[in-house]
């Protein structure tokens, strides 16, 4: 009550908040007094708690309670723990917490731990990371490639290298396409080259090819197969050699002669007058020992190179000492003129003033 007699009822529920959509009735006692009038799901002074299955607080360890109905509920149970109240305690592991391959341990009860493996990580390795940022990929130039949904990832390797890890080296000799026993050559990071045997040819080799076609016989040679990968030069006449590149008489040696080749691969030496052939060479003649009496009427031989020379007896004169001309030597003296006769014999026809023996 309020005013100078304590005349006039105050309102009591002016003091009082009800919540929750409670409503607030004054009760006509003494003293007066308010009360909230709740709604049916709550309760309190002033209405402030909720009257659900849940408010008594029937899940236990921790775990979730959600109201159904005014009178039901559900228990979220936590791991490791089940029943209507996840009352009853459990192995957490039991339930494989650990997803992806984790492995789960229980260092104490009620409590787990996941070991994930790579790339997974969070409490129940739920989580993936990007495997390239291990960088395994670890060939020069590689580049690595992320599959998010398999959790895994894929090396694209540099020219030249092989996967899994771009750190092998790619040998392009390896596949072994060179064919007919060929060499390859390695002539870049993914190329090579055949070098193909004689008879061969292509990219591979595998084409085989008439080996005398690139078999040079020299001037006037034929090239003849004898063999898948053989040839053999048919040389012409006087030359020999696996290419005919020799001939019998290259080497000039008849010298002074002319050699003229024969058909057995031998020749023969046309030699100069004063030369004869002697074991393949033109030598020297000595005349005057192969020739007696090459020098007539008493003349003396005198053996030259290719040659010889006579030296006359007195009257005789040519090459051979052969001509007899007793005026040749000048007997007549004074100017008198020689006049050969009849005999071998000379007179002598004396200019004026002058005279003596004339035969």
């Excluded at 960088?135 to 894929?154: D, L």
């Excluded at 034929?222 to 696996?242: L, N, V, W």
């Excluded at 007896?313 to 007793?326: A, V």
């Amino acid at each position: 009550y309020v005013g100078v007699n304590c005349e006039i009822l105050v309102n009591q529920c002016s003091m009082i908040v009800c919540q929750n959509n409670g409503t607030c009735i004054n009760i006509a006692t003494n003293p007066p007094q308010a009360q909230c009038q709740c709604l049916p799901t709550y309760t309190g002074l002033t209405c402030e708690y909720s009257f659900r299955a849940c408010t008594s607080q029937p899940c236990q360890n921790l775990a979730t309670c959600i109201d159904l109905s005014l009178t039901t509920y559900q228990c979220l149970c936590p791991n490791g723990f089940s029943g209507q109240n996840c009352e009853v305690n459990i192995h957490v592991c039991s339930s494989n917490p650990c997803k992806n391959g984790g492995f789960c341990t229980e260092p104490t009860p009620y409590y787990y731990i996941c070991q994930c493996v790579w790339p997974f990580y969070g409490q129940n390795c739920q989580l993936a990371c990007d495997p390239c940022l291990s960088f395994p990929c670890r060939g020069p130039y590689s580049q690595c490639i992320s599959n998010p949904i398999y959790f895994n990832y894929t090396c694209v390797c540099a020219a030249g290298f092989l996967n899994p890890y771009c750190t092998t080296i790619y040998d392009p000799c390896s596949l072994a396409l060179c064919r007919n026993s060929a060499t390859c050559i390695r002539t870049g990071p993914t190329t090579f080259a055949c070098i193909c045997p004689l008879g061969y040819n292509g990219t591979y080799c595998e084409i085989q090819t008439n080996p005398c076609t690139v078999y040079s016989c020299g001037i006037g040679g034929t090239a003849i197969t004898t063999g898948p990968i053989s040839c053999q030069c048919q040389c012409p006449y006087s030359y020999y050699g696996i290419s005919c590149q020799l001939n019998v008489c290259n080497a000039n040696p008849c010298q002074l002669g002319t050699c003229v080749p024969n058909s057995n691969l031998s020749y023969t030496c046309n030699c100069p007058v004063g030369f004869t052939s002697i074991m393949g060479v033109c030598g020297d003649i000595d005349e005057c020992q192969t020739i007696p009496g090459i020098c007539a009427n008493g003349g003396r031989c005198l053996n030259s190179y290719g040659s010889y020379l006579c030296f006359c007896q007195t009257g005789y004169y040519g090459f051979n000492c052969e001509t007899f001309d007793p005026c040749r030597s000048a007997p007549c003296l004074n100017g008198g003129t020689c006049v050969n006769i009849p005999n071998f014999r000379f007179r002598c026809d004396c200019p004026a003033l002058f005279t003596g023996k004339k035969s």
